[in-house]
C-alpha cells in the first residue's frame, strides 16, 4: 500500500519505487530458494480486499505479492530459460 500521490509525476515515482522494492524481494527470495508471485491490481477497486488489509482513504495497492517454495521438476514455459541467482 502507498499514500494517494498529489501530482502525477508523484504517481509515476512511488509506483517506480514500489517495483523496484518488489524486484529485489523477488532477488531475494530467489536467493533463499523461494519463488515469489507479483500481481498488479485489478484489485484496486475491490471493496473486499480493500476492507480485509484495512485500507485507508489516501492510500492504494501497489500489487498483490505471493511467496512459496518451489517444487522441483516443475516444467518450464516454452522458450524460457532457468534463472540463476548467486548473492555473493
Sequence with gaps: MASVPQTPREEKDDFAA????????????????????WVLPPHTGCEDLSFAVKLEANERITGVLGLGHIEDGIP????KKPVRIEVL
Excluded: F, K
Excluded at 514500489?18 to 508471485?37: T, V
Design 18 to 37: 514500489a517495483c523496484c522494492l518488489i524486484q529485489n524481494l523477488q532477488i531475494l527470495a530467489a536467493a533463499n530458494g523461494l519463488g515469489m508471485s
Design 76 to 79: 518450464l514455459a516454452s522458450g
